[in-house]
């Protein structure tokens, strides 16, 4: 009956070419909805997409079922026509993206998700987030948070078994710790961040140091690749061979790709200042381990050379 009187309403909008409005008489309502989806009803209660529903202050097309699947009318009244309601599975990435987005387009940032590698790359809201068969009931992920990432990101797994490593697969952090898989707001520090959606921590840092605080700064001294380049420039922050995470071997090798024109090792760097010639002497190996004297090497308050 209830139907009946939404599918009058409806045609005679139209006829009157009435503009649509949240209270548009295509929308039924979800409990007309869980009437016949019993399956879907079963267990809906504890969806964080109920609350707003069951609290009723809201027209139907902005909650509950018909705030995904779109009006419901035409659906109910062709006895449960498919063709006549929103079916996620048809929909294109963006199309997904728009549905979402009509709600979570503030605490997601509209314009940030759109430019994610993942809305680029094709890959929507429903990729991830399981509506109705979620095992995690929180934020309504399809697995369990890491190994849904590596469905798609295979390699990132053997990463993470390498000696050294943060402790993904033990369970110990996430891979949302480090990354926000909706996209990452421009840096302006660390510019290495944003390329690859790495979260920033409280005050527009590099995520890192949300964590390893030591390493926040700002510093009287900064170190030039901490700051600009970002903490990737010499550590694998997934997992390395390498002790501390670094991404060589010998620490000194790395510092002297930069550091090419240090006392008599290699050539100078123009943009390097001229070091100190005859200081060190690379071929001692008590000049090889650099941060023995350059311990503050992610930058200092007290010494320009880093070393203390
Ligand atoms: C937050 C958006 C959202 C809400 C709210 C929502 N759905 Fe869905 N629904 C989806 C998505 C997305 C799918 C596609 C399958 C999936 O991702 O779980 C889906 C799938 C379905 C299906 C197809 C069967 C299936 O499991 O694939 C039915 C039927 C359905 N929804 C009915 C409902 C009913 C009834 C309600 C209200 C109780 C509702 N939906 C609320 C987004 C939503
Ligand atoms: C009169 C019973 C009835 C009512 C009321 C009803 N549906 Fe359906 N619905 C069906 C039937 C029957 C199907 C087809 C079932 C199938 O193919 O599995 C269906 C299919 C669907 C599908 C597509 C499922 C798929 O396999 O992709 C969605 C989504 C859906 N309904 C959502 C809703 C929403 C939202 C409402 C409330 C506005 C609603 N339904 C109300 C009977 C109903
Ligand atoms: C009609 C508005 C509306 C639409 C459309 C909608 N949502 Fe939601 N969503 C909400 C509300 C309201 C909540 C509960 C409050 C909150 O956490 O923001 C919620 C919660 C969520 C949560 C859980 C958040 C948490 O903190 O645990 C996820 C995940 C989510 N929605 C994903 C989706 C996805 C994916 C889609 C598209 C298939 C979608 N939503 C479409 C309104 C909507
Ligand atoms: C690549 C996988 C992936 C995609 C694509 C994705 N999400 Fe998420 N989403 C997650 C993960 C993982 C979390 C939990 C960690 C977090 O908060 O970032 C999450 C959390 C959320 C939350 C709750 C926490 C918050 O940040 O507000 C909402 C709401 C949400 N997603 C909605 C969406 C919507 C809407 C889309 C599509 C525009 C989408 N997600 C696309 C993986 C994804
Ligand atoms: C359904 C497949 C899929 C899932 C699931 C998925 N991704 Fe992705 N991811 C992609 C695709 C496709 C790209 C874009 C690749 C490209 O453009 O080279 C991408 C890009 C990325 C990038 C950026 C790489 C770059 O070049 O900017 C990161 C970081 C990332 N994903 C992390 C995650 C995390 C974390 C999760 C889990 C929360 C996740 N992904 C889940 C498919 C997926
Ligand atoms: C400790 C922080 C951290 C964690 C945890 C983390 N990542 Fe990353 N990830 C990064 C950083 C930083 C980069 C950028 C590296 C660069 O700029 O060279 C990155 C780059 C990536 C890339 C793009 C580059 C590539 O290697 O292809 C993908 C994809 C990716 N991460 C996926 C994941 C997945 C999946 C997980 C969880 C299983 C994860 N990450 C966990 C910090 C992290
Ligand atoms: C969520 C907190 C968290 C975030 C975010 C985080 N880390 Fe870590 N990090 C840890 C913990 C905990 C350990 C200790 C690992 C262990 O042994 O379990 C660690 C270990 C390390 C180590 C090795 C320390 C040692 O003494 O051997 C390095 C280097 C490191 N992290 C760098 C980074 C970088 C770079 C990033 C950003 C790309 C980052 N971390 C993001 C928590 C974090
Ligand atoms: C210029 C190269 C370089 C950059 C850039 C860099 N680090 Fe390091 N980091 C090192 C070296 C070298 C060590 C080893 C120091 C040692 O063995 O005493 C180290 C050690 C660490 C450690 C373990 C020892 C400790 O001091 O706690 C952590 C954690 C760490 N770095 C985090 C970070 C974070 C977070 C960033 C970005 C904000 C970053 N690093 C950027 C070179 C770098
Ligand atoms: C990615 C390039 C890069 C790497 C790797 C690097 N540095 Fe630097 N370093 C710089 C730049 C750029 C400066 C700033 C030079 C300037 O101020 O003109 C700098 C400054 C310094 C200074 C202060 C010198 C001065 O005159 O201000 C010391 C000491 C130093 N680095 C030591 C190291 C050590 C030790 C390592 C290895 C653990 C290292 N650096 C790795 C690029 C790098
Ligand atoms: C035994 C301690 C020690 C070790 C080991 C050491 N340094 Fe130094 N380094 C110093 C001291 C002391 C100075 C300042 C010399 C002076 O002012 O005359 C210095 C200066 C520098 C400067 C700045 C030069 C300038 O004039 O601006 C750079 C760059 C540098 N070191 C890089 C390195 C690198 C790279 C390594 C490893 C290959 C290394 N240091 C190993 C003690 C050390």
């Known amino acids: 009956m209830r139907g009946c009187l939404a599918v009058f309403g409806l045609l005679l909008a139209h006829a009157l070419a009435l503009p649509c409005h949240a209270q548009t008489p295509e929308f039924i309502g979800s409990g007309v909805c869980l009437d016949c989806h019993t399956d879907i009803a079963q267990g809906f209660n504890r969806n964080p997409h109920f609350e707003s529903m069951a609290a009723g202050n809201l027209p139907p097309a902005e909650t509950g079922c018909e705030g995904c699947h779109g009006p419901g009318v035409a659906h109910v009244a062709g006895g449960g026509d498919v063709t006549k309601i929103i079916r996620f599975a048809g929909l294109a990435p963006s199309a997904v993206l728009d549905r979402c987005l009509s709600c979570h387009a503030d605490d997601l940032g509209k314009m940030r998700v759109r430019r994610s590698s993942h809305s680029t790359g094709e890959i929507s809201c429903v990729s991830c987030h399981s509506i109705h068969q979620s095992k995690e009931i929180g934020p309504l992920l399809a697995k369990r948070e890491a190994d849904l990432c590596y469905t798609c990101h295979i390699e990132v797994r053997a990463q993470f078994n390498l000696p050294f490593k943060h402790r993904v697969n033990e369970g110990s952090m996430k891979c949302s710790d480090c990354h926000n898989p909706h996209g990452a707001p421009e ?24 964590c390893h605080t030591d390493k926040r700064g700002p510093f009287v001294y900064e170190h030039a ?4 380049e970002g903490c990737a420039t010499c550590h694998n922050p997934h997992g390395s061979t390498n002790p501390r995470l670094l991404s ?21 760097a123009t943009d390097i200042p001229n070091p100190t010639v005859g200081f060190h002497n690379i071929a001692s190996p008590q000049f090889q381990n650099c941060v023995v004297c350059h311990s503050r090497i992610h930058g200092s308050n007290s010494d320009r050379l880093f070393r203390r």
């Open 187 to 210: 840096a302006t520090w660390a510019s290495a961040g944003s390329r690859n959606m790495v979260r920033h921590a409280a005050g527009n840092d590099i995520a890192c140091v949300g």
């Open 225 to 228: 690749p901490v700051r600009v």
């Open 248 to 268: 060589r071997p010998a620490a000194f090798t790395m510092c002297l790709e930069c550091h090419n024109g240090v006392a008599g090792f290699g050539t100078m």
